[in-house]
């Protein structure tokens, strides 16, 4: 990602998606996180802040994820 890419990354709001969606995007940007700092990449904060954007939706929205590991 360049520069510009992970400054709109960090400043968007995960809004306007279905309880799925986001669901999906959540796991999808847990794995991009630690891909991220296994590899020390320069997009490491901007996908902690819109992963935290992403857990503050689901809380608004009353969302828990259960790992399928765990049950």
């Known amino acids: ?3 510009s890419t992970t400054n709109l990354l960090a400043a968007r709001k995960p809004t306007g998606f279905s309880n799925p969606q ?3 995007m959540r796991r999808d940007y847990f ?3 630690a891909k991220a ?3 020390n990449t320069p ?5 902690e802040a819109y992963l935290k ?5 689901l809380a608004r929205r009353k ?5 399928p590991e765990l049950n």
């Not at 969302?63 to 790992?67: E, G, L, V």
């Open 1 to 3: 990602m360049t520069t």
């Open 22 to 24: 986001l669901v999906a």
């Open 31 to 33: 794995r991009r996180l």
């Open 37 to 39: 700092k296994l590899l």
């Open 43 to 47: 997009d490491t904060p901007a996908i």
């Open 53 to 57: 954007r992403l857990d503050e939706e």
């Open 63 to 67: 969302i828990t994820i259960q790992d």
